[in-house]
Structure formats: C-alpha cells, structure tokens
C-alpha cells in the first residue's frame, strides 16, 4: 500500500527518514548478493533535488516489488571478531546488527561511529574498486541519517577480501607522492598506451596491471590533499561527460565517491595521510579504466553542444525516477557548487546524456 506524505514543510524531514526505514528487513541497501541497491538511493537524492511527493512514492514502490528479504547469518558479529567476516555475504544481516548496536554503544553519534570504523575499511573497500559504499557513506552525512550510514558501513565490509579484481594485489606501501599534475599523468599514460600498440607491445598491461598502474599513481603530486581533491573531481567529470557517452557512469562513479571524500575531510573524519591515500586509491581505478576503455580524448569543447537546463524542470521531471542513480547523485551535487559555468554545463551534459 501506497505511503502518504505530509505536505506540512515541517513533517519533510521525518517523512524522508520514514521512506527510508520503512520495512527495512524487506527494502535494504545490502541485497542477497552483497552488492548495494543503487536504486534505493533515488529516494534520498530526489529528496534532495525537491522532486515531488508523487515522485518519491512512484520510486518508493517500485523498490518495494523489486528488492530481495535477507537471509539470517550464521552468528552475531561482536567488537572482537568484526574484521573476521570480510567479503563474506552471508553476514550482511549480522554486520547490520552489530554496526547499528554500536551506534547506541556511541551514544547514536554518526560522526564518531564513522570516525571509529571507517579508519580500517575505507582504503581496502576504495581498492577494491567499490565506489558505491563510499557515495552511500557520504549521503548519510548530507542527510545526517543514521540508517544510510551503517548501511554504508556494512556495504564496505562485505566488498572486502572478494576475489581480486586484478592478477595481483594493490601495494599501498609502494605509492609514493610524486610531482605531476593529474593532467600531465594522464597525458604520459595515452601516450605510452598509443606506443604500446604501435610497437605490438599491450601484453605488459594485462600481464602486470597493478604495477604497471601503481608507477603513474607514485608520480601524481598529492602532497596538498585539499588542491588534488578538486583537481581529481574536475578530471573524473570531464572524462565522464565529454567522452562517448556509453562510458560515462564510471567515471561519474569516481566524482560522487571524491565528493564523499570532500565531505568526510570537512567533518574531519580523515587524517591527512588517509584523506591522499585514498585519493590515490580512486586514481588506481581511474587509470585503469581509462586504459580499459583505450585513453578517451577528454574534450572539453563538448560541453558547449549542450543546451542549458533549469534545476526546477530537473526536479519536476518524472523521467528522474529511471536514471542512473549516479546521474541524479552528480546532478546534486554539481547543483550545490555553483562556483562557474562549469557546474552549469555539467548538469547539461549529463541531463541530456542518454
């Protein structure tokens, strides 16, 4: 049955947090398969862009038709044992627990409980490439919702020790902090990419992808983690919106999970070091699909193809309820930027991208 919102401007806060909480063994982010509902974040991000109430319930029960129950875990998780369960799915509903039950041991403080745990998951789920658990993390402290945030939490920790996305394992311990600009990065990797399939030579990527990949992170100048951020953000939205547009979701996935980390470094949750590592971390991804999908040119006259759009048709439009939750994720936050024509662009780009 259909649920009715509160029209009283007061009521919209609890009615989110409703939406959210509503059935929560039948609607949750982690499904049987340990991977996030992407979908489930339309809720809070149409929220966010004022979409209307009609809207919201439309998205509302959709998800309620097509999300999976959990399965009971084997046993409860407890502060002693919490990292022995990694990558393993069937403690999805166990991690949940556990992680909500320490929220009330915090005295139901987000940023502590945040600050407690993400020290020792964020990097190892980052490398894993799983971008979501982050871009969930961070919508939990947009809304300063607490239910989002252990999700996020127990995402991270079922995306760990799955089976490596590369021959080899990522060696954090070798990245050094070197003096390139991301831009000049990119740049040599194309080129050394163009020679490699010139001279027939492509078989080092695939034969050693974690090394080869690790050498250009250790030369990009991370030293000012503030300057990198925003210079990371700006190359991971152009690769996305100014490249074919059938490549284009995961480097958006790149930009909202380096918003998080802009939003976790302003509640200082991060340390220094931790806030360059892990932006190193979404370099390593970063490179490796932009040399997956055969170095993209990133042109940036593309941008001027696309008409302006205004945010109130964006937020009024029924078609929102069917895209790619990181197009609606990217269109908020570049919405609350507004720091040049850029951003403007940017909304264009990606509204009007199929």
Known sequence: MPTTLPTHPDSARHTLEYLIRANHTNISVIHQSGTPNMFLQHIPILYLLNT????LLAVYDQIISDDCPWKPSPSVITQSDWQMFFGNLSYAEAYKHYFDDELIHMNRDH????????QNILIPSLLQGD????IHLGLSFILKNREMMSEA???MCLNIHKPPLLDQEINIHEWKHGTCSLQDLLSKVAEKERIKKETNHSDSFTEEKSLYISQYVSKWDVQDSCKSLKEIQKTALLLAITTPESILLPFLSFFNALQTLFILSQNKVLSESLIRTSLQAILFHLILNYISLNTPCIDSNKLDHYPLVDMNI???DPKLIF?????LIAIYYLDKMK???FEEKAISAIYHSK
Do not use: A, P, R
């Open 52 to 55: 209307s109430s009609k809207h």
């Open 111 to 118: 940023l502590k409980t945040v600050q407690f745990y993400v």
């Open 131 to 134: 971008m979501y658990s982050t």
């Open 153 to 155: 939490l127990v995402s």
């Open 314 to 316: 964006i937020k009024n």
């Open 323 to 327: 895209f790619d939750t990181e197009k």
């Open 339 to 341: 720091e040049s024509s």
